[in-house]
């Protein structure tokens, strides 16, 4: 089995491309601030760009690099949200199982009571349904 399919090969000496891209942008905002700003800016300006680049070049959540972390969480927070679950036909080797009608658990009989008519229903189900469930699994 190969292993490290998703391993980024080094190319400027131990950073990946991705990792140099950012160092490098960040050395670059310094320069610039350093000879167009004043000094209390240029010192703030540089912890802040070195201190972003180091985060979104090394740091890792969940396994994950800290940029697709990021892009992840913008596009889940974009999207809408809508929950629906629809029973599928289930595949189980070569044959297609298909769900069966609902039955009614309610029995035929009715039953009058102080002059209401009462529907009663079968014993619960429960063990009945655990049964199908289980053949249609596996």
């Keep these: 089995m190969p292993q490290f399919i998703e391993h980024e ?10 990792q ?18 004043a000094k209390p800016v240029f010192f703030i300006g540089t912890f802040v760009c070195v201190a972003i680049s180091l985060f979104l070049s090394f740091l ?6 800290l940029p697709i972390y990021l892009k992840n969480s913008f596009s889940f927070l974009a999207k809408p949200k809508a929950y629906l679950w629809r029973k599928k036909d289930i595949v189980a080797g070569f044959r297609v199982l298909k769900e069966e009608p609902v039955k009614s658990n309610l029995i035929e009989e009715e039953k009058e ?18 049964k199908q469930i289980e053949m249609n699994i596996r």
């Design 9 to 18: 090969a080094k190319i400027v000496g131990p950073l990946t491309l991705k």
């Design 20 to 37: 140099f891209f950012y160092v490098g942008v960040a050395g670059a905002i310094s320069l610039i601030l350093y000879f167009k700003a």
């Design 60 to 65: 890792k959540v969940g396994g994950r690099p």
């Design 113 to 130: 009571i102080g002059g209401v008519s009462l529907k009663i229903a079968e014993k619960s189900r429960l063990k009945k349904i655990a």
